[in-house]
T-cell receptor, first 111, second 111 residues
Framework: KQEVTQIPAALSVPEGENLVLNCSFTDSAIYNLQWFRQDPGKGLTSLLLIQSSQREQTSGRLNASLDKSSGRSTLYIAASQPGDSATYLCAVRGSWGKLQFGAGTQVVVTP | KAGVTQTPRYLIKTRGQQVTLSCSPISGHRSVSWYQQTPGQGLQFLFEYFSETQRNKGNFPGRFSGRQFSNSRSEMNVSTLELGDSALYLC??????????FGQGTRLTVV
């Protein structure tokens, strides 16, 4: 059974610092891994998708890596801003249609 | 292009009633999946439909059911509502097992 863990559960950094969010999963047989952002009471916004054959994906200040053999992914957010405050979720796609989510990392960026 | 649309955004129901939630996916997307989000359990997979067929189902009681129409729109039904069904219900659409895009969710409160 796939289990997804995100560490830390919460993180507070001053504006301008780089953010490093971790995601680990127990079953390496995945199709892809996706990072999402969720603001309070809202839906999920897709940030990055990494296919199982890829090692890295970048979009603007965001960079995500994937090490399938060790069951790990890391999301880097460069030069954090107060607007980056949100909960960040990783999800792995295994069997058809199913995304298995971690519990999320709640991020606060202070001005 | 239009995103994933969920209706209604908010619902208040009484225990024992039933409820139907609707999800319109992104145009061209044939996969629609549903998730329940609660503070205690996080995001949990309910079921996934692809071209009107249920491909996968999570560990929820039979009170939770769904369907998908020929235009890919999907509905989720919960019968005999319980207080524990209070949650944010999220719908996601994708082309197949690719990047998932989520709607804003339906906040269901059972009183």
């Amino acid at each position: 059974k796939q289990e997804v863990t995100q560490i830390p559960a919460a993180l507070s950094v001053p504006e301008g610092e780089n953010l490093v969010l971790n995601c680990s999963f127990t079953d390496s047989a995945i199709y892809n891994l996706q990072w999402f952002r969720q603001d309070p009471g809202k839906g999920l916004t897709s940030l990055l998708l990494i296919q199982s054959s890829q090692r890295e994906q970048t979009s603007g200040r965001l960079n995500a890596s994937l090490d399938k053999s060790s069951g790990r992914s890391t999301l880097y957010i460069a030069a954090s801003q107060p607007g980056d405050s949100a909960t960040y979720l990783c999800a792995v796609r295994g069997s058809w249609g199913k995304l298995q989510f971690g519990a999320g990392t709640q991020v606060v960026v202070t001005p | 292009k239009a995103g994933v649309t969920q209706t209604p955004r908010y619902l208040i129901k009484t225990r024992g009633q039933q409820v139907t939630l609707s999800c319109s996916p992104i145009s061209g997307h044939r996969s629609v999946s549903w998730y329940q989000q609660t503070p205690g359990q996080g995001l949990q997979f309910l079921f996934e439909y692809f071209s009107e067929t249920q491909r996968n189902k999570g560990n929820f009681p039979g009170r939770f059911s769904g369907r998908q129409f020929s235009n890919s729109r999907s509905e989720m039904n919960v019968s005999t509502l319980e207080l524990g069904d209070s949650a944010l219900y999220l719908c996601a659409s994708s082309l197949s097992d690719t990047e998932a895009f989520f709607g804003q969710g339906t906040r269901l409160t059972v009183v």
